[in-house]
């Protein structure tokens, strides 16, 4: 969950795909820790065709 954190706030807005691809991490997983991670209010998803769009919350 830090490792996919860090990453959002590295690159301040990142595709999901994108932290699939980084992390090596599946893509169950990845929804998952978004999942948490929106819940604190940490991240924003973006819906962006056929994948989604991840942001850091100010």
């Not at 490792?3 to 599946?26: M, N, Y």
């Not at 929106?38 to 991240?43: A, C, K, P, Q, V």
Request: proline share 0%; aromatic share 6%.
């Amino acid at each position: 969950e830090k490792q996919v954190l860090e990453l959002i706030q590295d690159s301040r807005t990142i595709f999901q795909a994108d932290l699939i691809e980084k992390t090596g991490f599946g893509k169950a997983k990845i929804t998952r820790i978004l999942d948490r991670l929106e819940g604190r209010d940490f991240i924003e998803r973006k819906r962006r065709g056929m994948t989604n769009v991840v942001v850091v919350k100010e």
